[in-house]
């Protein structure tokens, strides 16, 4: 059986992406963000989650710093867009490794897939 190094997912994958997704609250806030399907401010999003208004701000400021955000100044608010290549590119390569490495550690007819 080929050996996976296991420093190849550091390499391919942005960890800091995974980290600033793996928050339900996060998670909330961007599914909250596809369904408006337009720029959003924290007003618009904090009635998503049930937890304080500047929880909301600071949850949208580590996505942001993880580049799945894009934040908008317009006066005094700050529109929020899902950005959404990192995303896809990061979630694309994850699957990719997860089937190469399906490949090589489970062949077709091995009982532990």
Same mark, same amino acid.
């Given at each position: 059986?080929?050996?996976?190094?296991?420093?190849? *997912?550091? /390499?391919?994958? @942005?960890?800091?992406? +995974?980290? *600033?997704?793996? %928050?339900?609250?996060?998670?909330?806030?961007?599914?909250?963000?596809?369904?408006? #399907?337009?720029?959003?401010?924290? =007003?618009?999003?904090? @009635? #998503? #989650?049930?937890? @304080? +208004?500047?929880?909301?701000?600071?949850?949208?400021?580590?996505?942001?710093?993880?580049?799945?955000?894009?934040?908008?100044?317009?006066?005094? /608010? =700050? +529109?929020? =867009?899902?950005?959404? %290549?990192?995303?896809?590119?990061?979630?694309?390569?994850?699957?990719?490794?997860?089937? %190469?490495?399906? =490949?090589? #550690?489970?062949?077709?007819?091995?009982? %532990?897939?």
């Amino acid at each position: 059986m080929k050996e996976i190094p296991s420093e190849a *997912a550091g /390499y391919a994958l @942005d960890v800091n992406l +995974f980290k *600033a997704i793996s %928050d339900p609250n996060r998670l909330t806030i961007l599914l909250q963000l596809m369904k408006c #399907c337009r720029a959003c401010s924290v =007003t618009e999003l904090s @009635d #998503c #989650c049930p937890v @304080d +208004f500047s929880v909301i701000s600071r949850h949208l400021a580590i996505l942001r710093d993880a580049g799945i955000v894009n934040a908008e100044k317009r006066g005094k /608010y =700050t +529109f929020y =867009t899902i950005n959404y %290549d990192p995303l896809l590119n990061n979630l694309r390569e994850l699957v990719s490794m997860l089937e %190469d490495w399906k =490949t090589q #550690c489970c062949p077709p007819g091995n009982k %532990d897939k």
